[in-house]
């Protein structure tokens, strides 16, 4: 049952807007950006031209009024919106404080750095999603080496490989280096066929799919062929001194001890490291321990050293994903 409201609680808010075309972007094909709005936030919603009347809660009319005017700023600045974008705009803006500032318009960094961080490739802008996505796209700008770990569906991954291609793109690091262990704790790779990037192609699909959705799709594969995007099989690791380069370690909850060491020493000049793992998705052999949850424990508090923890919360794939790794927590 829902609690009782006085009429003290109900409000009104007319929000008028001055281009019309921007409008319609921002209330979406057939109203569905306001569909968006109304279902997360209980609120209701009528057009009127370019004249936005939205109520319901109070709190929950503010909101929808600092989520439109952020998103029309978005729009104003040349960017284009989602209904994803919504559903992050919302969850950014109820996670402002009380009493605090609202977040900036234009989704530009704000003095509290409490709205949305962006990450901008020749391709692509892509928005942080969630305050924890916004917490990371930061992280990985200002520090050297990440752990970023949480369920499926979080961004840790897209968001990794979305940074390194912009720091190619910016001239900030020479080269991309993505590696993953096989499922295989053992990496037999020698039983694929194929050369080297044919038998490790099939575990980094996933780096790969990311790769092609924020670069243009001749530039991947020109860079692959000059070795600016390097496949480096963490098996063959070992020895190398990684400079002015941003490297990426995806699935890392599949590495032992001994391997996550080895990887987190190969850091050289000038460099950045990503560190990715679901420590909850460990596909080792039976008595084998994950070295993930070991090194963020081991490199706590070091200077030049971050983790973001991501949540169910922070999931922004298909909605159904969020309640699949809820179900499986509560049942693990």
């Given at each position: 049952m829902e609690p009782h409201r006085t009429l003290d609680d109900i409000d009104s808010l007319v929000i008028p807007f001055e281009d019309n075309r921007l409008v319609a972007d921002l209330l979406g094909e057939y109203d569905a950006h306001v569909a968006v709005l109304e279902d997360r936030l209980g609120v209701e919603m009528v057009v009127h031209g370019n004249v936005v009347t939205v109520s319901g809660a109070r709190h929950d009319c503010e909101i929808a009024k600092t989520v439109l005017e952020c998103l029309y700023g978005r729009l104003e600045a040349g960017e284009s919106i989602?209904?994803?974008?919504?559903?992050?705009?919302?969850r950014h803006v109820q996670a402002t404080p009380v009493g605090h500032d609202k977040p900036a318009k234009n989704g530009a960094s704000h003095a509290d750095g409490r709205n949305e961080a962006q990450i901008r490739t020749r391709?692509?802008?892509?928005?942080?999603?969630?305050?924890?996505?916004?917490?990371?796209?930061?992280a990985l700008e200002s520090t050297d080496l990440v752990f970023a770990t949480g369920p499926a569906g979080t961004g840790k991954t897209y968001l990794a490989?979305?940074?390194?291609?912009?720091?190619?793109?910016?001239?900030?690091?020479?080269?991309?280096?993505?590696s993953r262990p096989a499922v295989e704790a053992g990496e037999r790779l020698g039983f694929l066929p194929?050369?080297?990037?044919?038998?490790?192609?099939?575990?980094?699909?996933?780096?790969?799919?990311?790769l092609y959705d924020v670069l243009p799709a001749e530039r991947v594969v020109r860079d692959?062929?000059?070795?600016?995007?390097?496949?480096?099989?963490?098996?063959?690791?070992?020895?190398?001194?990684?400079?002015?380069?941003?490297?990426?370690?995806?699935?890392?909850?599949?590495?032992?001890?001994?391997?996550?060491?080895m990887f987190l020493t190969r850091l050289g000049e000038n460099?950045?490291?990503?560190?990715?793992?679901?420590?909850?998705?460990?596909?080792?052999?039976?008595?084998?321990?994950?070295?993930?949850?070991?090194?963020?424990d081991l490199l706590n508090g070091i200077s030049g050293i971050g983790h973001v923890a991501f949540t169910r919360a922070d999931v922004v794939r298909h909605d159904l994903v969020s309640k699949i790794v809820e179900a499986y927590e509560k049942n693990g």
């Open positions: 989602g209904p994803g974008d919504i559903d992050g705009a919302i391709k692509r802008l892509i928005t942080g999603r969630t305050p924890m996505q916004s917490t990371y796209m930061k490989v979305a940074f390194a291609a912009a720091c190619l793109e910016r001239g900030v690091a020479d080269r991309l280096i993505l194929g050369d080297m990037r044919e038998k490790v192609d099939p575990y980094l699909r996933p780096l790969y799919d990311a692959l062929d000059n070795g600016v995007i390097e496949i480096a099989p963490l098996a063959f690791m070992r020895g190398r001194t990684l400079s002015n380069a941003i490297v990426i370690l995806d699935e890392a909850q599949n590495c032992s001890p001994m391997q996550i060491k460099s950045k490291m990503v560190v990715t793992g679901d420590p909850t998705q460990v596909d080792l052999p039976k008595g084998e321990h994950s070295g993930l949850v070991e090194a963020i």
